[in-house]
Nanobody, 115 residues
């Protein structure tokens, strides 16, 4: 059984920072690609960043230079460091992985960027 639980969301002013964490249970963490997605109200879910088991990262253009994805394979945790936050970053952020053709998602954590 694979379970993902996000934490670290909250309310932050524009220009501020947050660090999201996603704890993954199960024994697959070290061999799978991990991803962060986000879903804003009335918008489609979009991928934000991914990191392979070897640490290769990819980002959506809108967060390049501001967000950093990382992982700790010893701790089964993936992180998303978010700097220079903008109001348009407001969304529910979800952690994701795929294994054996099955997608696994966490419940999400709310990030609100507002003054």
């Amino acid at each position: 059984q694979v379970q993902l639980v996000e934490s670290g969301g909250g309310l932050v002013q524009p220009g501020g920072s947050l660090r999201l964490s996603c704890a993954v249970s199960g024994s697959i963490f070290s061999i799978v690609t991990m991803g962060w997605y986000r879903q804003a109200p009335e918008k489609e879910r979009e991928i934000v960043a991914t990191i392979t088991r070897n640490g290769v990262t990819n980002y959506v253009d809108s967060v390049k230079g501001r967000f950093t994805i990382s992982r700790d394979n010893a701790d089964n945790t993936v992180y998303l460091q978010m700097n220079s936050l903008k109001p348009e970053d407001t969304a529910v952020y979800l952690c994701n992985t795929y294994f054996g053709g099955v997608g696994f998602w966490g419940p999400g954590t709310q990030v609100t960027v507002s003054s």
